[in-house]
């Protein structure tokens, strides 16, 4: 059972498009990250947020977080072709181990995204 | 800025045969993990420590071994490969407090034969 379920799995679109993916769980998290992997490549971090209905802008990437802290999504206005590649969602739910608090990871499926030109 | 190093980059083993992927962080995070990624599933968690001698089980421990005797190296070890291990396999270091950020390395694309 996925925790987080993230859709759509894959989306084709023409540039200038606006698009927006979800990430969605029945699960509370401390935080959600948002991440971009190209091909050949680890995933790289684009936004954590952290405070229920949170809204972060970076450039035309739209990131919200859920007033319950339980989902996500990312809206991507006027898609260009450099956006193409894989988004995956990651929430983290904080654990407590000899005193020590960490925070560990859960994935999404992943959102193939492609922008044509 | 070296970050987060993975070797080897690809990796063809046969059935039964065993081998290490390792992982080195030149950022002096504690929390060290490893993913393998397979289409359609996200990244999954093999393994994790969160400080050298600490390590610990994710979701999918089965067929590896982890070790951390310090804080820099986290090598992964498949002790009898086989074809349910072909992935494509990252080694992710951050800070493991509040909200951790992973910083990943470039990945290990596995066959296994």
């Known amino acids: 059972t996925q925790l987080l379920e993230q859709s759509p799995q894959f989306l084709s679109i023409q540039e200038g498009e606006n698009l927006t993916v979800y990430c969605n769980s029945s699960?509370?998290?401390?935080?959600l990250q948002w991440y971009r992997q190209e091909p050949g490549e680890g995933p790289v971090l684009l936004v954590t947020v952290v405070t229920g209905g949170e809204v972060k802008k970076l450039k035309r990437l739209t990131f919200q977080f859920g007033d319950a802290r339980k989902d996500s999504s990312l809206h991507i206005t006027a898609a260009q072709p450099g956006d193409t590649g894989l988004y995956l969602c990651?929430?983290?739910?904080?654990?407590?181990?000899?005193?020590?608090?960490?925070?560990?990871?859960?994935f999404g499926q992943g959102t193939i995204l492609t922008v044509h030109p | 800025n070296a970050g987060v190093t993975q070797t080897p980059k690809f990796q063809v083993l046969k059935t039964g045969q065993s081998m290490t992927l390792q992982c080195a962080q030149d950022m002096n995070h504690e929390y060290m993990s490893w993913y393998r990624q397979d289409p359609g599933m996200g990244l999954r968690l093999i393994h994790y420590s969160v400080g050298a001698g600490i390590t610990d089980q994710g979701e999918v421990p089965n067929g590896y071994n982890v070790s951390r005797s310090t804080t820099e190296d986290f090598p992964l070890r498949l002790l009898s490969a086989a074809p349910s291990q072909t992935s494509v396999y990252f080694c992710?270091?951050?800070?493991?407090?509040?909200?951790?950020?992973?910083?990943f390395g470039q990945g290990t694309r596995l066959t296994v034969v």
């Open positions: 990651a929430g983290t739910r904080q654990y407590n181990a000899g005193g020590t608090s960490y925070g560990k990871l859960t």
């Open positions: 699960s509370v998290f401390s935080s």
């Open positions: 992710a270091s951050g800070l493991g407090g509040f909200g951790p950020e992973a910083f």
